[in-house]
């Protein structure tokens, strides 16, 4: 016989599995700190391809200028300022990234555990059920 009670259980339950389920279980099934490493990793090469393009197009912006001072600029200062402001840029972005894929972490682990315990809810009413 079905229960009124588990069956709205296990509709939540299937409607969580078929939406933010998929992707909290993906987070889910790595350690907090691989997680958090892996993506820092990928933040940290968006970075550096995202500041490659934008100095990219400071230089093509700025090419006429650049091209008449080059004699007289001190190119290896130059290219300490460029790499100075390069780590700047990394660094910042992944102390966001670690910020914000910490929450998410942290978010999808205290749905699954909510997850979990309907799970055990679910199969309680089983046993109870199957005892009667």
Known sequence: MLSQERIQLMTKMASYEEHEGKKYMAIGSY???????????KSIICATLAYLVLFGMYLFYEFENFMQ???KMDLLEFGKSVL???????LIYGVISYVVYSYRYHKAKKSLKRYYHHLKQLAAMYDLETRK
């Open 31 to 41: 350690f907090r700190s691989d997680y958090i490493g892996l993506q820092i990793i």
């Open 69 to 71: 001072d080059i004699y």
């Open 84 to 90: 100075f402001y390069y780590f700047i840029f990394v």
